[in-house]
């Protein structure tokens, strides 16, 4: 991991309390959700991403926290592993015929799906993070026509219920 230090072409993360997995490279510089879009876009290359640079870095990013969450940690592997998938798969030689291939689930399918998911995650966290601090931790059901109850049409009908029947 020392040989990173020196190197400015070397990918650095930098903690961010709102995204903590944001790159710098020299063909990227950005959260690493949105460089796993470009790459699915072909708006970067696979080629030009070196991932054993943005892993090292990532392992000395790991060693600066003292406290590590697991879930980005976990994120980032899962995003690694993706990546290395598709990068395997661009750089090995393709079989003559297209037939022979056993369709599998295609990575770049699933992480454009995840990456939606993740998006929605993110919109629904940022309109909870933006409501008034007074009452932000209380969550209710929408009012829907069916529940609200009207007194004066009729009185409720209570069925006796012993303490055993409970």
């Known amino acids: 991991m020392e040989h990173l230090e020196g190197r400015k072409d070397a990918p650095t993360l930098f903690p961010d309390l709102q995204n903590p997995l ?3 490279m020299p063909v990227f510089e950005g959260p690493l959700d949105l460089l796993l879009h470009l790459i699915r876009k072909k708006e970067v290359s696979i080629e030009e991403v070196q991932l054993s640079e943005l892993t090292s870095s990532y392992l000395v990013y790991l060693e600066l926290m003292q406290s590590v969450n697991l879930d980005i940690a976990g994120e980032f592997l899962e995003i690694a592993a993706t990546l290395i998938l598709i990068k395997s798969r661009h750089l090995l030689p393709r079989p003559v015929d297209e037939t022979e291939l056993v369709e599998e689930e295609d990575p770049e399918e699933i ?3 995840r990456l939606l998911e ?3 995650y993110k919109d629904v966290s940022f309109k909870i993070g933006s409501r008034d601090l007074l009452g932000r931790d209380i969550f209710t059901r929408p009012e829907s026509e069916e529940l609200i109850y009207d007194e004066k ?3 409720p009908q209570f069925e006796e ?3 055993i029947a409970l």
Do not use: T
Request: no cysteine.
């Open 22 to 24: 944001k790159i710098r």
């Open 111 to 113: 992480l454009r799906l």
């Open 118 to 120: 993740y998006q929605r």
């Open 153 to 155: 049409e009729q009185d």
């Open 161 to 163: 219920v012993s303490v």
